[in-house]
DNA sequence: GGACATAGATACCTGGAGGTAACCATGCCA
DNA sequence: TGGCATGGTTACCTCCAGGTATCTATGTCC
């Protein structure tokens, strides 16, 4: 066997369980996070009302969006403002630190419409599955 | 209230459920899988054992570790090779396209790196919990 | 004989993410 | 009177990612 592979020094010695690269990996970790955090930004000031984000995230209920919105405050990403009126109307805002986030967001769904090939090229289990049968 | 917010657009018409922005996060759905990707980048050629990998990532069991990689294989992000030798000996290596993902990855950590102030800022569950009345 | 290292397989368990559906309060409108 | 829309909340359920522990096989070394 190939020493070239035996001796592999730990380089990463700073790769520890709470370094910078492995929290960003947080934002990701909730399903919705990411998106929601997209979709205010679309937005004139990154504000936008429960219901239009409902609309704008295919797929999410509305109890995933409150829950994550809530989530999303309490870590300060978002502001919520609530108008007394009636029927109730809430909206939300991405906070400064909220807008930061932005950044890397985009970065990586820029590169995801870029690589759509690449991620199209990926063996998915469900493509997989699917696939298996179909021209074999 | 403010009728900017009122009328907000369905902008996002092609953020459907399988663009590439939201397939691009399904690398970040399962823990390891960046992680292993960047592991594996940061040595000679893309390649290493698994007791190297096991050894570089903290925390990582072996089970997942493997569990990980083989569906990294599934997908076509890595190959396997076997060595027939005694103790067995087996190496993973980034494929063409496991290697296209490594970019964005990058990407991202190294954001996280730069903006490391951003990510103390965010107010974790954890840390809401562990600072609450520490110095209140 | 027994420990160690190699790379796994396998059984087992659990938390919690994420989803569904029903309910609430209220005013408008037909 | 009943339906709709507003933004939530709540109860409930399921699934599986992720983790632990134990077992395999084999050769070397003490």
Redesign the pocket.
Known sequence: MPDSIMMAPPADDEWREDCAPRRVLEIF????TSMILHALDARHGGTA???VL?RSLP??????L?????DMEASGLVS?R?YGT??????YTLTPLGHRFVEPLELLYGWARRNADALDALTTQRTLRETSKTHG
Chains 1, 2 share one sequence.
């Open positions: 970790a909730s399903k919705w009302r429960t219901g409902l797929g999410i209920s509305k109890k995933m409150t829950q994550t919105l809530r919520r609530v009636v029927p109730p109307a809430v909206d």
